[in-house]
């Protein structure tokens, strides 16, 4: 299951940097771990996954650099600058709040209760 376009507008960059809380990674690395660790819900394809990451970057939230892999290709890896971390962190509170709310609504069964 796949969420709207405007929920994945506001769980998408959330994700991403928490997933980079946790280590540097490439984009097709980003891409795998969301499908995975989120069983599909966040499931995206490069094309969307690749201009979030420039608007992330453009808001100094993440850094790139290009390094070889062993195979011999040039990978762009990402990671969390200090920006990124307070910013995850504040998403975070949000989430939380969030998900609270819709757990005294009846709308999620006791995830947070």
Not at 89 to 110: I, N, P
């Amino acid at each position: 299951m796949k969420l709207e376009r405007e929920l994945m507008r506001g769980a998408g960059p959330t994700a991403v940097l928490k997933l980079l809380s946790t280590r540097e990674m490439y984009g097709y690395e980003l891409v795998e771990a969301l499908s995975q660790k989120t069983d599909g819900v966040l499931a995206m394809g490069q094309s969307t996954l690749y201009p979030m990451l420039y608007n992330l970057e453009a808001k100094d939230l993440i850094e790139a650099d290009w390094r070889s892999a062993d195979n011999g290709r040039d990978r762009k890896y990402y990671s969390l600058t200090g920006k990124g971390k307070k910013k995850l962190k504040s998403d975070m509170e949000s989430w939380e709040k969030l998900s609270k709310a819709m757990v005294s609504l009846g709308v999620l069964k006791g995830a947070l209760a």
